[in-house]
């Protein structure tokens, strides 16, 4: 009975927002009223703790907005003085092929990206980018979603392991991961690839996705070869110096034409502009973005630890962290006017666009963050403090000795699904695959090793993360349709590592 109690206030938000095709913010709103019904009748949470979980909801809520305020803020400013037209220009000199394209600027870019800052940056960056040099604004979303996923490991400089895993010996789980990533991760620029052809005639599909697979395989393993190589040095590092080595050398073997298919690929309209001159230089049009990538990591280098502790009803405790990366978004581009000496003249639309951008996605990320933290606040009640919440509950089934490791990257996925973080994905659930590790007699690096890759792999139908991207490109109350666009690449890339985990049980 529990764990259908449990399911409830999920199973209603994916139905509403999959089945009845309602908006985020209605289907958020009933899974929060329900879940807060079910957690005070039947798991007895306390009104105080119910309370500070919906204000530590508004909390974490908004520092998604202001994530999402400072990349509207960064593209409009870009689009204003013309950066994204120059760039459209370069990306299309190196290669014209889409194919290509997508996988240079979402999976290794924004994979850079991930390993600079996390929460959500690469796709609020990636998806305009895509946006910008011609891509449909769907595949833009579910491309940048997609390729937001084997990076996650490693992500935001480690934290999903030196924070999320905390209370474990990290070195050895992030070695295990990376070792199965050396597999399982080169599967991520073909999924990529398989969207952007998705957009072609029904003819072509095969025939473009075929011909692209040699140079999709090779994209990948130069990521995932490289930050096996990094994981030795500690978590810090694989995604971030592993996609800016492997960036560096798939864009000169392109010039070599090494592993390019004859044919370029090109979407329906045909449309190119690599015949056009720039107006920017390539350093130039690159600046914004090195500025950019520099605040973001010195930000979160200087002042990861940095935070301010506020105490909630209900003994809840919310941290505020000084370092946001909307900060670096929008630091960026006032350092850019400043240069220019064009501060108020060319600061002033882009501010007005992305505050009205976000009046109504606002809403529906507070609704479904404080869903989350009101799942969350169940967690640890009772006399003992140990009693399972609604999340611990909803997987406990999944304890059988010999189903662990088929269903370890799941719980994974499943965390990072409701929560849209990788690293609170494993803070509920990192402790709970230990317990069925040790029940099942299973080694417990792998098994966290598991619970990890499969946090990441969930960080594409994360639905705070689908939320951010919509907004930042304009794309609210498509939610539904966006979801439906990426469950298929999640479902492949899930079942590929769990069935690759169940080969490596002995």
Same mark, same amino acid.
């Given at each position: 009975m529990m764990p259908w109690l449990a399911a409830l206030p999920i199973l209603l938000l994916l139905g509403l927002l999959l089945l009845a095709r309602r908006p985020l913010l209605l289907a958020a709103s009933v899974a929060l009223a329900s879940a807060s019904i079910v957690a005070v009748a039947f798991w007895d949470l306390p009104v105080p703790r119910l309370l500070g979980a919906l204000l530590k909801g508004a909390g974490v809520g908004l520092d998604v907005i202001l994530i999402v305020f400072g990349a509207i803020f960064f593209l409009k400013y870009l689009e204003k003085i013309r950066i994204l037209a120059s760039i459209e220009i370069y990306i299309q000199r190196l290669s014209p092929d889409r194919r290509i394209q997508a996988v240079l600027v979402a999976w290794l870019f924004g994979s850079f990206i991930e390993g600079s800052a996390g929460f959500g940056t690469p796709a609020a960056i990636v998806a305009p980018l895509l946006l910008s040099i011609g891509f449909p604004l769907l595949c833009s979303i579910a491309v940048a979603l997609v390729a /937001? !996923?084997?990076? &996650?490991?490693?992500?935001? @400089?480690?934290?999903?392991?030196?924070?999320?895993?905390?209370?474990? +010996?990290?070195? /050895? =789980? $992030?070695?295990?991961? $990376?070792?199965? /990533?050396? &597999?399982?991760?080169? *599967?991520?620029?073909?999924? =990529?690839?398989?969207? @952007? &052809?998705?957009?072609?005639?029904?003819?072509?599909?095969?025939?473009? *996705?075929? +011909?692209? =697979?040699?140079?999709?395989?090779?994209a990948g393993l130069a990521f995932v070869g490289f930050a096996y190589f990094f994981a030795h040095l500690g978590p810090e590092f694989p995604s971030i110096l592993g996609s800016l080595c492997a960036l560096i050398v798939v864009a000169a073997s392109l010039r070599f034409r090494f592993l390019v298919p004859q044919r370029v690929f090109n979407f329906e309209d045909g449309s190119k502009r690599s015949s056009e001159?720039?107006?920017? !230089?390539?350093?130039?049009?690159?600046?914004?973005? *090195?500025?950019? &990538?520099?605040?973001? @990591?010195?930000?979160?280098?200087g002042l990861q630890n940095l935070e301010v502790e506020l105490s909630l009803p209900g003994e809840l405790i919310h941290r505020i962290k000084i370092f946001n990366p909307g900060f670096a978004f929008l630091s960026a581009a006032i350092l850019i006017a400043i240069a220019r000496r064009r501060f108020s003249s060319e600061l002033r639309a882009p501010v007005v666009d992305a505050l009205s951008s976000l009046v109504k996605p606002a809403l529906s990320i507070f609704a479904i963050v404080a869903f989350v933290q009101v799942l969350m606040a169940t967690e640890g009640l009772g006399s003992h403090g140990n009693t399972p919440g609604m999340l611990t509950n909803l997987v406990s089934n999944f304890s059988a000795e010999n189903i662990v490791p088929l269903f370890s990257v799941a719980i994974g996925a499943f965390g990072s699904f409701v929560a849209g973080s990788a690293t609170v994905s494993n803070l509920l659930f990192a402790p709970l695959q230990a317990t069925l590790a040790s029940a099942a007699n299973q080694d417990l690096n792998f098994i966290l090793a598991l619970q990890l890759l499969g946090a990441a792999i969930g960080n594409i139908i994360a639905l705070p993360n689908i939320l951010a991207v919509g907004a930042t490109v304009g794309a609210s109350n498509k939610e539904a349709t966006i979801l439906g666009i990426v469950i298929g690449p999640f479902a492949i890339y899930l079942v590929f590592v769990t069935l690759y985990a169940l080969w490596l049980v002995p």
């Open positions: /937001n !996923s084997t990076a &996650v490991t490693f992500g935001a @400089v480690g934290t999903p392991l030196r924070i999320g895993l905390a209370d474990f +010996e990290t070195s /050895n =789980i $992030a070695l295990r991961a $990376a070792e199965i /990533n050396l &597999v399982t991760g080169p *599967l991520v620029p073909l999924l =990529i690839i398989g969207l @952007v &052809v998705w957009q072609a005639h029904s003819g072509e599909r095969w025939r473009a *996705l075929k +011909e692209c =697979i040699p140079w999709a395989l090779w001159k720039p107006i920017h !230089s390539a350093l130039q049009a690159a600046a914004p973005y *090195l500025l950019l &990538v520099t605040l973001l @990591v010195g930000g979160k280098f």
